[in-house]
């Protein structure tokens, strides 16, 4: 018998004025739409049911507000008609005990080579376990 899968992790880009971090949890569960880079919609489909994510304000915010989790792998997104583009279903798990800034990430240098800072406009970005854990530990306030 093989062991289990560890859940892969993730970091979602949302503008605020989209889909905000409240938007997500007064749904609960949401399809995650609207992704038109090819490989983000790649990281779109490599994501598995239970795979976690930050939920990340871009834009005016630029911090992680909160967690979601892979609640239905990729299917045709619903908001493009040509079937091109895939989605994910996320749900709600947590916010944050505190947000992190872009600032604060980029300040931190074993994040040096985080996808969100080396592809920053990348709305989909994979994270190791490291940068998970780093990016985890910020979050509990001081």
Same mark, same amino acid.
């Given at each position: +018998?093989?062991?289990?899968?560890? %859940? #892969?992790?993730? *970091?979602? &880009?949302? /503008?605020? #004025? ?6 997500? =949890?007064?749904? $609960? =569960?949401?399809?995650?739409? $609207? ?9 779109? &489909?490599? +994501?598995? *049911? ?8 871009? =834009? /005016? /915010?630029?911090?992680?507000? $909160?967690?979601?989790? =892979? @609640? ?8 493009? %008609?040509? #079937? ?18 872009? @600032?604060?990430?980029? @300040?931190?240098?074993? *994040? @040096? ?7 920053s406009r990348l709305s989909v970005v994979p994270l190791t376990e490291d940068q998970w854990q780093i990016l985890l530990s910020m979050t509990i306030p001081k």
């Amino acid at each position: +018998m093989s062991p289990p899968k560890t %859940p #892969s992790r993730w *970091l979602i &880009k949302s /503008e605020p #004025s989209a889909w905000s971090w409240g938007d997500q =949890v007064k749904k $609960g =569960v949401e399809a995650w739409t $609207g992704v038109r880079n090819y490989q983000a919609s790649n990281n779109l &489909k490599a +994501m598995r *049911l239970g795979d976690t994510c930050f939920f990340y304000h871009s =834009v /005016e /915010e630029r911090r992680i507000v $909160g967690i979601v989790e =892979v @609640a239905r792998e990729s299917f045709p997104d619903p908001t493009e %008609p040509t #079937s091109r583009w895939v989605a994910v279903d996320v749900k709600t798990l947590h916010p944050v005990q505190r947000p992190v800034t872009l @600032a604060e990430i980029k @300040a931190e240098p074993r *994040l @040096a080579d985080i996808a969100l800072i080396r592809q920053s406009r990348l709305s989909v970005v994979p994270l190791t376990e490291d940068q998970w854990q780093i990016l985890l530990s910020m979050t509990i306030p001081k």
